[in-house]
Structures are given as C-alpha cells and as structure tokens.
Nanobody
Framework: QVQLVESGGGLVQAGDSLRLSCAASGGTFSNYAMGWFRQAPGKERALVAG????????YYADSVKGRFTISRDNAKNTVYLQMNSLKPEDTAVYYC????????????????WGQGTQVTVSS
C-alpha cells in the first residue's frame, strides 16, 4: 500500500510560480509511474503531467506545456510539479497519483492517490 501526501499549494497571483511536492511511503516508489492531476469545481479530474518510473520520459497536457515541469527523485520518494507563469485557469485541487503500469490520462488507471492540495491563482 502506497501513501501519497501532496504539499506546496497556496494562493498566488497570476504570473507567479509554485512547486508542488508529493511524498510517497509504504511501497517501492521507483516501481510506479507518477501523474499530477487537477480538478476544478464542476470539471472532471484531468492529467496535467506524468513521468515514467525512471524519470526518463514525461508527458504534459497542452495547456501547461512550457510552463510546468514534472520531475522525481527516487532516492527521496518524491515527485515534484514546478508551475511557472501561473494563470487563473490553473486554479484547481492538484492530486498526485501512482500507477504500476504506465502514465495514462484516465484516473481509473492509477492505483494510489494523494488527498490533494489547493492551488488558487488570482488575477
């Protein structure tokens, strides 16, 4: 059983940056591909960024390409999401998730989830 705990969310202004962290415990972190999802009120949970178990490949939603960077440190059992040039439309609850298969857009493909961290971007 893997436990995931996100941190780093908050209230920022448009154009600011935030770095989210997701600390994993209870399993072999390097066995899992990781994803960052977000969910805004009234919208479905959507994949923002994903990273393979080794960190060798990454995926980004078109809406965040060039602004967000996903990375992982397997020695620290942590995955990060660096978010730059934040926009009001980035406002959402951000979740990290782990999958024993490969990065996928469907939330049902993920085995473990964190509790989420709120990111609010004001204009």
């Amino acid at each position: 059983q893997v436990q995931l705990v996100e941190s780093g969310g908050g209230l920022v202004q448009a154009g600011d940056s935030l770095r989210l962290s997701c600390a994993a415990s209870g399993g072999t972190f390097s066995n899992y591909a990781m994803g960052w999802f977000r969910q805004a009120p009234g919208k479905e949970r959507a994949l923002v960024a994903g990273i393979t178990w080794s960190g060798g490949s990454t995926y980004y939603a078109d809406s965040v390409k060039g602004r967000f960077t996903i990375s992982r440190d397997n020695a620290k059992n942590t995955v990060y999401l660096q978010m730059n040039s934040l926009k009001p439309e980035d406002t959402a609850v951000y979740y990290c998730a782990a999958t024993a298969t490969k990065v996928a857009g469907r939330p049902a493909r993920y085995d473990y989830w964190g509790q989420g961290t709120q990111v609010t971007v004001s204009s």
